[in-house]
């Protein structure tokens, strides 16, 4: 004993002469660095014991999952416990299993816990909500610990500062933000922004009776002192509420106001939690502030507001792929992507530090989702939900976002945006519209789509000005059809003509000495993209008389189409002005053609030099009431205010508006060639007629192409190409072609000679033909009044025009509310990789009919080969269908309408370029280019 003290003393002695921390060190280190602590935990009992010794083995009882009636699962398991009591009570042999469960989140199924399957059997014999027919499954031993485990969920209560919405009330789906909760009363104080109706509580103090309350809700709006002054209310200010224990103003004796608030106590029932609030919400909730500091509070309350949301994760929604930033805990301010969230609720992270290889488990509220600067994001909740746009500043656990379709900067929390790989992929289409599509609304309102979001169509309308654009917010069904501006024109200040693609310059408003080239006109209204603009995607609606086309006359010369009528037919001045200003479309057709071909005198005359400006006088058929017989409006009846060669454009009598349908599907006459005949036409009358003029012609000396000798050059043979046996036929077609029906010159049904201007025939050999100098042949010779009896008035021998095309078989009809592009006859992939096509389409798009079919790889793609008659057909919904990309030389059909086909029309696709898919149409044998976005394969048997 004395020996041990002396070592102590020793010691003690040694470490007071020790100098420094560095010898006392050492020593220690010396002292115990051999020691081993083997039995440093001895005389402990440990009480963990491995949990996967805990696990079921193949010697435990099995887990077998037994079918029940839907809704039956809790009685069934009542029923099988209540068995085994009473087989207990009557001393019969109990039954060998061990445990019945039902989860209340597995419909139909029961667990039921045995060695053996047949003893399963014989425990559920004689009840009757069991499906005796189907089999009993076995689980999996891997799986059972997992079947009847329960995930226990946090139920959310009403706390304070909690964010909810009132349900009822003026105050009806306003957000309100909770001070004061009463459990026992089952009540709460909420703090709200006040709608306050000061003239029903002005007439309410005054005594006035019978007068009935206004039916419009007041606006959210602070309470503003003066205002109640002005209406002469009752404020008493600064009283003491015992209940919040805190000074509060009252207006009327009931209403409590408090920093511009209305605290209002309301009964539990009558609120619901609310999701964390989006940006914009708590900026309007943070107005109510203070209304006499200029936003400086405000912008306080939003700062502390902000920072409370932030403090609240609880109900964040992570997403995989998410970016986010540890917030609390050891690894705080440690970057990471969300692998996976489970079901509990916990969010396992791949840290994206490079020493760190493991995946950790987080709480949701240790982490908030973290965006650098450039990033692409999609915003999720609020205002702006929907949109896409590039993060341009980071404030705490606020963004700063740049929208890349309507230029605009925005802020929004964190934890409302996602960044994934969708997000990348601008909206810019809705149904058949795209963005920057002319589309007509209703009426005479028409619009430029300048913002897409989700279901949702921004519209630059025609009833706006460039300082003050309209933009509607529309939905599909609002935009009836799309609009082309490609044949349209309008006149600038100077009266020089803007067509669609002209540089213009804009001289008045807002955006004056702004230059952009026209994207579209609609009656004298331009929509103009401008560079320098940043609004509206930088779309401008002005009208075009506050424009200056570039390169266009300054005004000094006569402006408009006069200037230009002023000019004769052969390109030399009329007699007079008046004649300029009574010359008709005869003269504007021939112009073209007469100065497009300078003194060179023409083989034959062109359509146009007859016809009217645009090729054709007025459709007889124009303004009859007409039903459609066949395609997608079959049945229908409308009055026809539009007439082509191959479509007609009419207006519903059922419904109002205007549709386009092919000349086939109505029972109205064919016409025979593709384009503008010239027999087709009206022989000119008036002051069209070339023999109602006198003089006939304006003085011309010489006549016809002076200075010319020789007049042609040598040309012997004189027509070579006609016996040429490579050139068949010897000249190309011209863009017209005469009927097969013989008649005059002038397009008369009469027995006279064959007759046409076709070139084709006329110098197609020696043969006598029509032509200038060609004998015989008819030249613009005087004629006896009317003018018609020409003998003879041939220029062509008749041929057989090109075949008509057989129509393909029509594709069924859709509902017309869906404006989709599953419409029937669609090749269509399945979610679970089979592939079909569309036979039928419910109301509005809801629902569809797919018929499925056999795939096969071909050059490692699978294609649709073939669908059986007797194949099922599922009924899936629009998310669970894609579109097969259409091939080369395959069939294909126009899911979205674009300039050239409509939607529905089929056709065979020729070939592919890129984008641009080469068609030709089975409707009318055209070729039209069109995006591989409109087109999609067609099954066709």
């Known amino acids: 004993m004395d020996t041990r003290m002396h070592a102590r003393m020793e010691n003690q002695g040694a470490f007071e002469r020790m100098d420094n921390e560095e010898e006392i060190e050492r020593m220690i280190k010396e002292r115990y660095a051999q020691q081993r602590y083997a039995d440093a935990g001895r005389g402990q009992i440990d009480d963990s014991v491995d949990q996967q010794a805990l696990h079921p083995t193949v010697r435990d009882p099995k887990l077998w999952m037994v079918t029940v009636k839907l809704g039956k699962e809790r009685e069934t398991t009542v029923c099988l416990m209540q068995k085994m009591i009473n087989l207990a009570k009557q001393g019969k042999p109990p039954m060998q299993i061990f445990s019945a469960v039902c989860q209340d989140h597995l419909k139909g199924y029961i667990y039921v816990e045995a060695h053996r399957e047949d003893h399963v059997r014989k425990a559920l014999q004689g009840l009757r909500h069991v499906y005796h027919s189907k089999p009993i499954r076995l689980v999996p031993i891997k799986e059972m ?67 009935p309350k206004s ?47 209305h605290l209002k106590t309301c009964s539990l029932a009558t609120v619901k939690l609310s999701e964390t609030p989006t940006l914009d919400e708590l900026q309007r909730f943070a107005v109510g502030e203070d209304v006499d500091t200029e936003g400086g509070a405000a912008n306080g309350a939003l700062a502390a507001l902000s920072k409370a949301v932030g403090a609240r994760k609880t109900d964040l929604k992570f997403m995989t792929g998410d970016q986010v930033l540890i917030v609390e805990g050891d690894l705080r301010n440690l970057e990471g992507v969300v692998e996976r969230v489970d079901p509990d609720g916990r969010v396992v992270v791949m840290p994206s530090h490079k020493e760190l290889n493991e995946l950790l488990t987080f709480k949701p509220e240790q982490l908030r989702k973290h965006f650098k600067t450039g990033s692409t994001v999609r915003v999720l909740h609020g205002k702006h939900e929907g949109v896409v746009g590039m993060v341009v500043k980071v404030d705490r656990d606020v963004a700063h976002i740049f929208s890349t379709v309507s230029n605009e900067e925005f802020q929004v929390f ?52 460039s300082d003050r654009p309209e933009i509607k917010p529309v939905k599909l069904h609002d935009l009836k059809k799309k609009l082309f501006s490609r044949n349209i024109s309008a006149q600038d200040a100077h009266m020089d003509t803007i067509d669609q693609g002209s540089m213009v310059r804009i001289i008045d408003g807002k955006y004056k000495d702004a230059t952009g080239t026209v994207e579209h006109i609609y009656k004298g209204t331009l929509w103009i993209r401008a560079r320098h603009v940043q609004e509206h995607g930088g779309i401008v609606c002005i009208r075009s008389r506050n424009c200056v086309a570039h390169g266009g006359n300054k005004g000094s010369q006569i402006g ?95 419904q109002a508006r205007t549709i386009t349908v092919n000349r086939e599907h109505l029972d109205v006459p064919q016409v025979a060639a593709s384009r503008d005949s010239f027999l087709s036409r009206p022989p000119p009358s008036g002051f069209d007629a070339p023999w109602a003029r006198t003089p006939a012609h304006y003085p011309q000396t010489p006549a016809r192409a002076g200075g010319m000798t020789p007049m042609h050059g040598a040309m012997t ?68 009044p ?156």
Not at 147 to 172: L, N, P
Not at 440 to 461: H, P, Q
Not at 880 to 888: A, F, G, R, S, T
């Open 215 to 261: 039916q419009v809700r007041p606006p959210a709006r602070p309470f503003s002192e003066s205002e109640a002054k002005r209406f002469n209310l009752p404020l008493e200010k600064g009283r003491l509420d015992r209940a919040f224990h805190d000074v509060v103003d009252i207006l009327c004796g009931t209403t409590k106001i408090k920093d511009g608030y």
């Open 145 to 211: 610990v997992d079947s009847i485990s329960v995930v226990q969920k946090e139920v959310a209560v009403v706390k304070v500062d909690s964010w909810v919405r009132m349900r009822t009330g003026v105050y009806k789906g306003d957000l309100a933000q909770v001070i004061d909760v009463n459990y026992a009363d089952n009540q709460c104080t909420v703090k709200l922004v006040p709608r306050i109706d000061y003239q029903h509580l002005a007439d309410k103090e005054a005594g006035v009776k019978g007068k």
């Open 414 to 465: 964190m934890h409302d945006l996602a960044d994934s790989e969708e997000a990348t992929q601008r909206i810019d289409t809705i149904g058949e519209f795209a963005l920057h599509d002319l589309a007509m609304l209703d009426g005479n309102e028409v619009g430029c789509i300048v913002r897409v979001e989700k279901d949702v169509a921004f519209v630059m309308t025609n009833a706006g000005t």
């Open 786 to 941: 009317g003018g018609y009896g020409i003998t003879p008035g041939g220029y062509d021998a008749p041929r057989v025009e090109d075949p008509v095309p057989v129509p393909a078989a029509p594709v069924a009809a859709w509902p017309e509310d869906y404006m989709g592009r599953f419409i029937p006859g669609v090749v269509v992939r399945l979610s679970s990789g089979a592939q079909g096509y569309v036979t039928s389409v419910g109301p509005g798009g809801s629902t569809f009919q797919v018929k499925i079919g056999t795939v096969r790889v071909r050059d490692g793609v699978e294609v649709l080969e073939t669908v059986p008659k007797t194949a099922q057909e599922e009924t899936v919904t629009e998310d669970e269908l894609e579109i097969v990309k259409p091939e080369n030389k395959s069939r294909v059909i126009v899911v979205t309408a674009a300039e050239g086909a409509n939607r529905g029309e089929t056709g065979r696709l020729i070939s592919i370029d890129g984008v641009d898919g080469v068609l030709r149409l089975d409707s009318s044998s055209d070729v039209v280019i069109l995006d591989m976005a409109c087109l999609a394969r067609r099954w066709h048997e």
């Open 560 to 654: 408009g189409g006069v200037a230009a009528q002023m000019m004769s037919a052969s390109g030399l001045p009329p007699k007079s002005p008046a004649h300029a200003l009574l010359a008709s479309s005869f003269t504007s057709g021939l112009r073209g053609d007469l100065m497009a071909q300078g003194n060179q005198a023409p083989r034959a005359m062109p359509m146009r030099a007859f016809a009217g400006g645009r090729g054709r006088g007025r459709d007889p058929l124009i303004g009859q009431t007409k039903k459609i017989r066949s395609g997608v409006y079959k049945g229908y009846v409308g009055r026809i205010i539009d007439v082509t060669d191959s479509t007609v454009r009419m207006e519903l009598q059922a």
């Open 717 to 784: 043979p004189a027509r070579e190409a006609a016996w040429n046996p490579q050139q068949t036929p010897a000249h190309m077609p011209s863009e017209w072609q005469p009927t097969s029906t013989a008649g005059t010159g002038w397009g008369s049904a009469t027995g006279y000679t064959p007759g046409g201007f076709g070139d084709s025939a006329a110098l197609a050999g020696p043969t006598p033909g029509a032509g200038y100098g060609v004998t015989p042949g008819a030249d613009y010779t005087g004629a006896t």
